[in-house]
């Protein structure tokens, strides 16, 4: 059982949803708690709502022994996230939410979330949140190892073929089947060689479909509002 009361707790907000009239009810990653639920009581309405935005480093207070916990302390430090990164932040955030369960703690993955803010900026992005994403399956004990073959515990070889399966993991495939995946890639994505040709893409297929299997049909709302901003084509001209 958690604590009856915490202060000065490290923690990042992944979501805010009101609550009655002027409270809110917020989802945190927290350092040494993991993800808690908080009730902030009159946050609506109060001086201090600069503090309930996403992008900011926390430090938080709370008690109860309920799920839902009550806030009695809050402190902030808006980090210096470039406005265009905001949608991966609203990205990363909701894989937090979804995928981390409940009070359970992940020091390391908390620092490791921290660092990739402080480094997004658009030039990067992709492999930074490649990283990430493996960062978090691995710590959830759900990104298979790329570099065997999970049947038989073969090594893959850099001229062979694949398939993957999310909850199976590697196995061999047809030189020619379609949506395979060169030995030589997955042996670069295992190593997190994202400068490697080919590998970036490799990796947002395979990571996704490992992250779509443990989201368990849920939909996030960064992939489609992601879609919503993209143009669309001109229509062809006969």
């Known amino acids: 059982m958690m604590d009856n009361r915490v202060n000065d707790q490290a923690a990042f907000l992944l979501h805010r949803r009101d609550y009655q009239n002027?409270?809110?009810?917020?989802?945190?990653f927290t350092e040494d708690y993991g993800r808690i639920s908080v009730l902030a009581k009159g946050a609506r309405k109060g001086k201090n709502t600069a503090h309930f935005q996403p992008g900011n480093?926390?430090?938080?207070?709370?008690t109860g022994r309920a799920e839902l916990k009550t806030l009695v302390q809050i402190d902030s430090r808006a980090l210096p996230i470039p406005a265009d990164c905001y949608l991966a932040m609203f990205y990363l955030n909701e894989l937090l939410l979804y995928l981390l369960p409940k009070h359970d703690a992940h020091p390391r993955l908390f620092h490791q979330f921290q660092r990739l803010l402080l480094q997004l900026e658009m030039s990067q992005l992709e492999p930074l949140l490649r990283t990430f994403e493996m960062?978090?399956?691995?710590e959830l004990g759900v990104l298979p190892d790329l570099a065997v073959v999970s049947d038989s515990a073969e090594a893959v070889t850099a001229d062979g073929n694949y398939g993957f399966i999310p909850d199976r993991?590697?196995?061999p495939a047809l030189a020619q089947t379609e949506g395979?995946?060169?030995g030589r890639l997955l042996l670069a994505l295992q190593q997190?060689?994202?400068?490697?040709p080919g590998v970036l893409p490799l990796?947002?297929?395979l990571l996704r479909q490992i992250i779509d299997f443990n989201l368990q049909g849920r939909t996030l709302q960064?992939?489609?509002?992601?879609?919503?901003?993209?143009?669309k084509s001109k229509p062809t001209r006969h």
Do not use: T
Request: hydrophobic residues 35%; charged residues 20%.
């Open 180 to 182: 395979g995946y060169p």
């Open 222 to 231: 960064s992939r489609q509002l992601y879609q919503q901003l993209q143009p």
């Open 57 to 62: 480093r926390l430090a938080v207070g709370w």
């Open 192 to 196: 997190r060689q994202f400068e490697q």
């Open 135 to 138: 960062d978090l399956l691995e």
């Open 203 to 205: 990796a947002k297929r």
């Open 22 to 28: 002027s409270s809110l009810i917020l989802e945190l």
């Open 169 to 171: 993991g590697v196995y």
